[in-house]
């Protein structure tokens, strides 16, 4: 538990993504559906993690290694969205059952403002899910023959981004 708890913290820390660490050009509703904040300034909502975020985002951790089967609800294999929802429901967040249903609930987070624990519906179809793991990394069950672990944010679209 310590360990996880480390991992965590480390998380917390390494704040939201910097670089280049994917494509903000989907054509997905990834900006904030509140609009401005009304500063002159110009500045954003604080990228600040969700706690039930940052739970799922260290239940997934636990499921590193287990592989990818399509339709997998574990507890031995994963599917993309069966992963993210699973470690949501470990949180008390429950989640719909596929990507394009992730994609539409939750609120919508800039990615600007993104932060490890957010869940990233990815490709331009909306077919791809993950949770943002910081340091520019997504923790997701990837496809066939690659078990669930960290794969780079930048090797995707980003179609939306969601916080619970």
Request: aromatic share 10%.
């Amino acid at each position: 538990m310590g360990f996880l708890v480390s991992i965590v913290m480390s998380l917390v820390l390494a704040g939201p993504a910097r670089g280049d660490t994917g494509s903000a050009s989907g054509s997905g509703s990834s900006g904030s559906a509140s609009g401005s904040s009304g500063s002159s300034s110009g500045s954003a909502a604080l990228p600040l993690p969700s706690t039930a975020g940052l739970g799922a985002l260290a239940a997934a951790y636990t499921q590193i290694g287990k592989p990818y089967e399509w339709g997998g609800t574990g507890p031995f294999a994963w599917d993309c969205s069966g992963l993210v929802q699973w470690a949501f429901r470990q949180v008390g967040v429950k989640l719909p059952r596929t990507t394009y249903e992730q994609a539409k609930v939750g609120a919508a987070v800039p990615f600007r403002a993104l932060s490890p624990g957010d869940v990233v519906i990815l490709n331009d179809d909306a077919s791809h899910v993950g949770i943002y793991a910081g340091f520019g990394q997504i923790l997701d069950a990837h496809d066939w023959g690659v078990p669930v672990g960290l794969h780079p944010l930048r090797d995707f679209d980003i179609f939306t981004i969601r916080r619970f």
